[in-house]
């Protein structure tokens, strides 16, 4: 017997197991409660234990004054050992004297007094100076602000060198510097306090540093006076710059300060010296 095609449909899908439509699955809504998930959060919680902690650097430390005991024997055999050519000019040469009565706040007025004029006329300046007050114990910052700029010209102090010695005075008298905070400051820090001061620039902080306050390891390396001295000890056929300057007198620290005095006197020596260049060769 044939079957026709509705038929074979009917057995291939049979009746008892029918499929819904794509559509109705699709479509059909099955409902869930709604619930809200919550968010997570993440709280920095601190360790019940200390977390370690880096140390501060230590403070720098300031080398002895070169006129403290023993300290100037030091230097000089530190420099005899490292530097032969100016063991010779040590040994020739009468030791440096490295004293002073002077306060730092007296001794920083004379600094700005002296610059750009001789040295008769700087002292007789300096002189006519102190005579303003009873005594130089009495030359403080309060009393020097009370000299106007027109007092301080009469007895031979230029109108801008007046107006330095009022910002110094004026910086003492505020409290950004003293006689003691000046002592206790290394040298970098001394460096910046003293060079904010209006005209007190580089080479007068070094001068400072090395004849006021004794600071042994000072190279004022922009000097005339040591690069001269440095040129006519190591025989170079032209002044040294600057960073020649570090690299020829490296050999000096801690105590370049004592080797700048050596060259000063070194250049100013009028007598004969042995030409310590040549003596080694």
Same mark, same amino acid.
Request: hydrophobic share 35%.
């Given at each position: 017997m044939k079957r026709t095609r509705s038929q074979t449909k009917s057995i291939l899908t049979p009746n008892h197991d029918p499929k819904p439509?794509?559509?109705?699955?699709?479509?059909?809504?099955? +409902? /869930?409660?709604?619930?809200?998930?919550?968010?997570?959060?993440?709280?920095? =919680?601190?360790?019940? /234990?200390?977390?370690?902690?880096?140390?501060? +650097?230590?403070? +720098?430390?300031? %080398?002895?004054? !070169?006129?403290?005991?023993?300290?100037?024997?030091? %230097?000089?055999?530190?420099?005899?050992? %490292?530097?032969? !050519?100016?063991?010779?000019?040590?040994?020739?040469?009468?030791?440096?004297?490295?004293? #002073?009565?002077? #306060?730092? /706040?007296?001794?920083?007025? =004379? #600094?700005?007094?002296?610059?750009?004029?001789? #040295?008769?006329?700087a002292s007789s300046i300096e002189n006519r100076f102190i005579s303003l007050f009873q005594n130089q114990s009495s030359i403080l910052p309060d009393a020097v602000l009370a000299l106007s700029p027109t007092h301080l010209r009469q007895i031979g102090i230029s109108g801008p060198k007046a107006t330095y010695i009022h910002d110094l005075s004026s910086k003492y008298a505020n409290g950004f510097l003293s006689d003691s905070s000046i002592i206790e400051m290394d040298d970098e820090t001394l460096y910046e306090k003293l060079t904010s001061v209006k005209g007190i620039g580089p080479w007068s902080v070094h001068m400072f540093m090395i004849f006021t306050l004794h600071r042994p390891d000072v190279l004022p390396v922009g000097d005339l006076g040591v690069r001269k001295g440095v040129q006519k000890l190591y025989g170079l056929k032209g002044l040294p710059s600057p960073s020649q300057m570090e690299v020829l007198c490296q050999k000096w620290k801690p105590y370049r300060s004592v080797g700048t005095w050596y060259m000063y006197k070194l250049v100013e020596a009028k007598e004969v010296l042995p030409n310590p260049s040549t003596i080694l060769c």
């Amino acid at each position: 017997m044939k079957r026709t095609r509705s038929q074979t449909k009917s057995i291939l899908t049979p009746n008892h197991d029918p499929k819904p439509p794509i559509k109705t699955l699709i479509s059909s809504k099955i +409902p /869930f409660p709604v619930k809200k998930i919550p968010k997570l959060t993440i709280k920095n =919680k601190q360790p019940n /234990f200390p977390l370690p902690t880096t140390p501060p +650097p230590p403070p +720098p430390t300031i %080398a002895k004054p !070169l006129s403290s005991h023993g300290e100037l024997e030091s %230097a000089l055999n530190h420099l005899r050992s %490292a530097d032969p !050519l100016l063991s010779t000019i040590i040994n020739t040469l009468p030791s440096p004297q490295f004293s #002073t009565n002077t #306060t730092p /706040f007296l001794s920083l007025i =004379k #600094t700005l007094i002296s610059q750009q004029i001789s #040295t008769k006329s700087a002292s007789s300046i300096e002189n006519r100076f102190i005579s303003l007050f009873q005594n130089q114990s009495s030359i403080l910052p309060d009393a020097v602000l009370a000299l106007s700029p027109t007092h301080l010209r009469q007895i031979g102090i230029s109108g801008p060198k007046a107006t330095y010695i009022h910002d110094l005075s004026s910086k003492y008298a505020n409290g950004f510097l003293s006689d003691s905070s000046i002592i206790e400051m290394d040298d970098e820090t001394l460096y910046e306090k003293l060079t904010s001061v209006k005209g007190i620039g580089p080479w007068s902080v070094h001068m400072f540093m090395i004849f006021t306050l004794h600071r042994p390891d000072v190279l004022p390396v922009g000097d005339l006076g040591v690069r001269k001295g440095v040129q006519k000890l190591y025989g170079l056929k032209g002044l040294p710059s600057p960073s020649q300057m570090e690299v020829l007198c490296q050999k000096w620290k801690p105590y370049r300060s004592v080797g700048t005095w050596y060259m000063y006197k070194l250049v100013e020596a009028k007598e004969v010296l042995p030409n310590p260049s040549t003596i080694l060769c």
